[in-house]
């Protein structure tokens, strides 16, 4: 660490796959001797323990930085099993988002990000990161230990209504370092730490400045890449005991999207791939498809034209012919960011700090689908039909279209913007003997828009077929063409009764009031015993608008919620405590009992909507030798109910049913909608986490047998997660099978010929999940030679089972029927196995520059899809034959990367005779 060190400015330039970047780092602010963090020891390949702050023994000291998972600041290492990504492992990966790092972790399993929402998504331009196989919810976000706002756009399953903190909305630029709590943490930080925290530490007294430019490009000349970045700050000395700083970080990434039509394997004819796999056919069809009174099936035969036709045009009752035309669908939309950060920090006295901190981000998806969302047949809208004087009606009796994709309309088009802002405003009061009160009020909230395009208005397409459209009255629309090559419909374009834009705005925020204070309570020949509490008040909102269209229903096909929106909000009160007990070490140390220490934690939530939540934790180390640690954890977590699930307006969709009523009519389509549930209680979660670090040599390199083989670390962890409660829904016809005795918010709703026309379902705590797996890994640093340094990384993660106990379906006498499902390396959780390798070799050349190269391989295991029955994951699956196993393919990269770094500048000393 320099210490006096003038502003540096930084310059770099990346382009594709060779990195050059010429880069002399602005300097941190010099901290003072009694405060300097020593170099903590590696645990793993990613990761370095979280050791970063001082235990202060008296007043006058301020700089303290609180290690994720615990609530007092720390020296060295502890029984919570955390791990730091620094700046050199983020750059190393050569990611340009926050996304692209986490995702790329080992642990990091069956997240999404835009290239997995293109088009059509409930979460546009949204990233984010789930942590040993569970869902984006079970792992907490943080931003310097403290909340996020959560994305207005959730993700939305056949179970679940996920709400997330979007990393997409965090800029990169910002971040100097993340740590990660690998076991459960609700008895610290309260609902959803049960697979983990991610703690994302922002930069910090920064002197200069950093200017970062990065350009990319695919072979095949589409998704070009630039980010760039600014980082510039500067730290004022009033005195020995007063000083301000001021950090500023600006951040923007742009990237083009990718077509589908460009690439081979996302043809949605896959029979061109491989025979053993189907097509995939479009819906709806780009030829009409229609029915009449009497049953009879009609579609258009691929490549007619119009403008007028006759019966022989048609393919009438016969097998739907599928289209595979998709020409306007992306496989990575087009993204926009726009973002930064300004942190100040005023240390008034020796004393008393106070800070303020703000993350602002701009973030804008533009995305296509196809084919265009066109005409969907009844329950979706009353029924759009061909009378029988429309004069292209070759039938001349009406027709109630089935589906129409209206490609002549152009593709159906997204623009999303969200823009997402968090400020903390605190002080730090530093008290005698290390005692310290931080108190701080956040605010955050995130506003996200989702407009669509080509949206058809039932009542303007019913009066254009009917020729009676204002405007166009007499004019006839024409549904019996192939949409993929003609526009018979010319005359319609533009007109804002027929063609209209829907929209979504949506709304999260997030107001907490947090207070911790703690501090030694007695010194014990193991060290210090300290003690640490406080308290949290938050409030939570989830707001939801659309457009008057979407809201009446008046829409051929609806995207959004009909009727009452989701308008939710909750209370939490929050009360916390930590122990941290030492037992042996310091002066009671021998060898096999060098350290064990234990900290104790519990916190107490009450919320608003379902009651109480109290969690405890224990975590212990054990050093039997200096350089070997074994860590144990036992804790117990919770996942609140989403806001949607809680408050959130029926979602629509359609599903087959038999009704037990009318089971001669065989399998009926009818509306599909699942309401939120103000009943639903949390998910409750119990996880046992063991992990040992062995880095031999590294206390006393110079005097251990060894001392040969420091620079070497290796680790291996085990964890089990049982997850109770599990939130999800009931299958339609489970809700029509159990009638009036369905739990209460499930029903169905009949028309006047008593026959179902909607089922009516609610979120639900219905199952069970366990989690197993093992967590491993190395690394080797080696000295700084004449001949230069190695670097050599690596990180695994395996899960071994995913089970899941739910419901699906009916016992004979009316209870539920439980199955449980070996979910493991299937697409649900994602692949069991994950590792990431790396080899860096650096130098230092002309006494102060830098040149460095490494490759960098990530592979990511195969997985079975969502239609196998292997391992029981989907017993009624169909397969193309019979125990054919739908498989997943592995995935493998490797990354090279080339840099040079050139050192400081020379500083010039005044000759003392001339002044020069």
């Known amino acids: 660490m320099n210490h006096g060190a003038g502003p540096r400015i930084t310059i770099g330039l990346a382009c594709a796959l060779l990195l050059v970047s010429f880069r002399a780092p602005a300097q941190t602010a010099d901290p003072s001797p009694a405060t300097a963090t020593p170099d903590p020891p590696a645990t793993n390949p990613t990761v370095t323990e979280a050791s970063s702050a001082t235990n202060a023994s008296s007043g006058g000291e301020l700089q303290q930085v609180v290690v994720t998972g615990y609530l007092l600041p720390r020296i060295g290492e502890g029984p919570q099993p955390v791990t730091t990504l620094d700046r050199n492992y983020i750059e190393k990966t050569g990611s340009q988002t926050i996304a692209d790092v986490l995702q790329n972790l080992p642990s990091a399993l069956a997240n999404f990000n835009p290239a997995n929402t293109a088009g059509f998504s409930f979460s546009p331009g949204g990233a984010s990161i789930g942590l040993k196989g569970l869902p984006p919810n079970d792992t907490l976000i943080l931003v310097d230990g403290l909340r996020f706002p959560q994305s207005p756009f959730p993700q939305v399953t056949t179970g679940a209504t996920i709400s997330y903190v979007d990393i997409n909305a965090i800029p990169l630029a910002a971040v100097d370092r993340v740590e990660i709590l690998n076991d459960g943490g609700s008895a610290t930080y309260g609902t959803d730490a049960v697979a983990g925290v991610v703690n994302l530490i922002l930069k910090d007294e920064y002197n200069g400045a950093d200017v970062f430019n990065y350009f990319g490009i695919s072979q095949r000349g589409d998704n070009e890449t630039y980010h760039g970045s600014f980082v510039g700050g500067l730290t004022q000395k009033f005195s020995d005991t007063s000083k301000l700083s001021v950090i500023a970080a600006f951040d923007y990434y742009s990237a083009g999207p990718i077509m589908n039509s460009d690439r081979a394997n996302t043809n949605p004819n896959f029979s061109l791939l491989s025979p053993k796999y189907p097509p995939h056919p479009v819906s709806p069809s780009t030829t009409g498809e229609f029915v009449d009174s009497s049953g009879n099936f009609y579609q258009v035969l691929p490549g007619t034209r119009g403008p007028f036709v006759t019966t022989s045009d048609f393919a009438i009752n016969q097998a739907p012919i599928p289209g595979f035309s998709e020409p306007y669908l992306q496989i990575i939309p087009r993204e926009t960011r726009l973002g930064g950060l300004v942190k100040m920090a005023y240390d008034v006295t020796d004393w008393l700090k106070l800070y303020d901190s703000l993350i602002i981000q701009r973030n804008e998806e533009l995305s296509s689908f196809s084919p265009n969302q066109g005409i969907y047949p009844p329950p979706f809208n009353p029924g759009v039909v061909v009378p029988a004087y429309n004069p292209y009606n070759p039938f001349g009796v009406p027709l109630l279209i089935n589906?129409?994709?209206?490609?002549?309309?152009?593709?159906?088009?997204?623009?999303?913007?969200?823009?997402?802002?968090?400020?903390?405003?605190?002080?730090?009061?530093?008290?005698?003997?290390?005692?310290?009160?931080?108190?701080?009020?956040?605010?955050g909230e995130s506003d996200g828009t989702e407009t669509v395009n080509n949206m058809f208005t039932f009542n303007g397409m019913q009066a254009a077929l009917n020729g009676t459209l204002p405007g166009h009255v007499g004019q006839f629309f024409n549904p019996f063409v192939d949409e993929s090559i003609t526009g018979a419909n010319r005359e319609f374009y533009g007109d804002k009764q027929l063609v209209t834009n829907i929209w979504e705005d949506n709304r999260t925020d997030i107001f907490q009031v947090h207070a911790t204070a703690g501090g030694t309570l007695i010194e014990l020949p193991a060290g210090a015993l300290t003690v640490a509490g406080g308290f949290e008040y938050r409030s939570e909102d989830f707001i939801v608008n659309e457009d008057p269209n979407s809201k009446s229903g008046n829409l051929t096909a609806i995207q959004y919620a009909v009727g009452n929106l989701t308008n939710g909000r909750r209370y939490i009160w929050s009360i916390f405590g930590e122990a941290d007990i030492p037992i042996f070490g310091n002066q009671w140390s021998w060898p096999g009992m060098r350290d064990l220490d234990v900290v104790l934690s519990e916190r107490q939530d009450y919320y608003s909507d379902f009651g109480s939540a109290a969690k405890p934790k224990i975590a212990v180390r054990y050093k039997p030798l200096n350089d070997f640690t074994i860590r144990a954890t036992y804790s117990e977590g919770f996942v609140a109910p989403s806001l949607p699930e809680l408050f959130g307006s029926p979602l629509p969709g359609e599903a087959a049913v038999i009704d037990p009523k009318f089971p001669q009519l065989g399998v009926l389509t009818v509306l599909d909608s699942t309401r939120g549930n103000a009943a639903l209680k949390p998910e409750n979660a119990y996880t046992y986490y063991v992990g040992a670090v062995w880095s031999p040599g590294s206390t006393d390199p110079e005097h251990s047998w060894w001392g040969w083989a420091n620079g070497f670390s290796a680790y291996f962890n085990w964890f089990q997660i049982d997850q109770h409660n599990v939130i999800g829904t009931l299958f339609p016809q489970?809700?029509?099978?159990?009638?009036?005795?369905?739990?209460?918010?499930?029903?169905?709703?009949?028309?006047?010929?008593?026959?179902?026309?909607?089922?009516?379902?609610?979120?639900?705590?219905?199952?069970?999940?366990?989690?197993?797996?093992?967590?491993?890994?190395?690394?080797?640093?080696?000295?700084?030679?004449?001949?230069?340094?190695?670097?050599l990384e690596f990180d695994a993660s395996y899960i071994y089972n995913v089970s899941l106990r739910t419901v699906q379906g009916l016992n004979s006498n009316g209870t539920f029927f439980y199955r449980v499902f070996d979910e493991t390396g299937t697409a649900e959780v994602g692949p069991d196995l994950k590792f990431t390798g790396s080899f860096f070799y650096s130098k230092t050349v002309f006494g102060t520059d830098t040149f460095r190269t490494?490759?960098?391989?990530?592979?990511?295991?195969?997985?079975?899809?969502?239609?196998?029955?292997?391992?029981?994951?989907?017993?009624?699956?169909?397969?193309?034959?019979?125990?054919?196993?739908?498989?997943?393919?592995?995935?493998?990269?490797?990354?090279?990367?080339?840099?040079?770094?050139?050192?400081?500048?020379?500083?010039?000393t005044p000759d003392s005779e001339t002044g020069l």
């Open 403 to 443: 589906g129409l994709a209206l490609n002549e309309f152009g593709p159906l088009r997204t623009d999303t913007t969200i823009t997402t802002l968090r400020n903390v405003a605190g002080a730090t009061i530093q008290l005698p003997h290390g005692w310290f009160i931080d108190a701080n009020v956040l605010y």
């Open 734 to 791: 489970n809700i029509v099978d159990l009638g009036t005795t369905a739990p209460p918010g499930n029903f169905v709703v009949r028309g006047p010929n008593g026959i179902i026309d909607e089922v009516v379902g609610t979120y639900l705590n219905l199952g069970n999940e366990r989690n197993d797996g093992i967590e491993f890994g190395f690394n080797y640093a080696s000295k700084e030679c004449n001949w230069g340094k190695l670097e």
């Open 854 to 908: 490494g490759l960098t391989l990530h592979y990511v295991g195969s997985e079975l899809d969502f239609n196998n029955s292997a391992n029981n994951t989907n017993p009624t699956a169909t397969l193309d034959a019979p125990n054919y196993v739908h498989l997943i393919g592995s995935w493998t990269t490797l990354d090279c990367q080339i840099s040079y770094k050139f050192g400081p500048p020379t500083e010039i």
